[in-house]
């Protein structure tokens, strides 16, 4: 069973920048195609960010391009967002998603809150 575990989240001023860090254990990553979602205050829907697939491809939701960037480490079980000029709207929740494509299992972490203010 693989676990996930996001970190880097906090408060940070408007056009500022943020790393989130999803780091999976129990597990190997390498046939999962991970994604970050956020859902914002009162929402109560999550919202896609940034997907990466197994080979490295990216896709980013509409919010998300031009100003964040997801990488990942198979190596490590890491999956990396980074988020530059950031702005209040990104305020939220921030949500670590896997699925693997063989076993077509999915799997989502805790969350890391992300608040955009000054």
């Known amino acids: 069973q693989v676990r996930l575990v996001e970190s880097g989240g906090g408060l940070v001023q408007p056009g500022g920048s943020l790393r989130l860090t999803c780091t999976a254990s129990g597990g190997g990553i390498s046939r999962t195609r991970m994604s970050w979602y956020r859902e914002a205050p009162g929402k109560f829907q999550r919202e896609l960010v940034a997907?990466?697939?197994?080979?490295?491809?990216?896709n980013y939701g509409i919010s998300a391009k031009g100003r964040f960037a997801i990488t990942r480490d198979d190596a490590k079980g890491e999956v990396y967002l980074q988020m530059n000029n950031l702005e209040p709207e990104d305020t939220g929740d921030y949500y670590c998603n896997g699925w693997n494509y063989i076993t077509n299992h999915e799997y989502w972490g805790l969350g890391t809150q992300v608040t955009v203010s000054s």
């Open positions: 997907v990466i697939s197994s080979s490295g491809e990216a």
